[in-house]
């Protein structure tokens, strides 16, 4: 069962936002959302428990492979590794493109960091294509 962050929720949705970026803990994702910043935030449920969940937006501007717009673009996507490999994650993918076609975007694309293989592989067994390869650079300037 998939259904949206709620403030009954939004803690258990949290706890799973630190498991994909381990670096913030779950209160700097309640944090944002307090702020309105994470409004497309979906909870997925196996078994009555949260097992994980993907975060949607509508982008506007220029997205990678895709030569029209608006774009549906998945911000996140997170799945339990006990719940891997039991179609939780193409359950998600499949409420993406629903989600999609009812925000009028005709395209969903996503991301992950080069050295994520994991991530990769889910992409390309859901039909996502490659488009682009980078490698970010930034400089401190005092």
Not at 59 to 72: F, L, N
Not at 78 to 102: P, T
């Amino acid at each position: 069962m998939i259904i949206p962050v709620s403030n009954k929720n939004e803690k258990d949705w949290a706890v799973l936002c630190s498991c994909l970026w381990p670096d913030d803990a779950a209160d700097a994702f309640l944090a944002e959302r307090s702020k309105g910043h994470l409004p497309n935030e979906y909870l997925y449920y196996c078994d009555g428990k949260p097992c994980g969940f993907i975060s949607l937006s509508v982008r506007t501007d220029y997205v990678e492979g895709c030569s029209d717009g608006p774009v549906a673009y998945i911000e996140g996507i997170y799945v339990r590794e006990e719940y891997r490999r039991q179609n939780a994650g193409r359950e998600l993918i499949d409420f993406a493109k629903n989600w999609a076609l009812a925000h009028d975007c005709h395209h969903l694309a996503s991301d992950c960091e080069i050295e994520n293989k994991v991530s990769e592989a889910f992409h390309r067994k859901l039909g996502f294509k490659e488009v682009n390869r980078i490698i970010a650079f930034s400089m401190e300037i005092n």
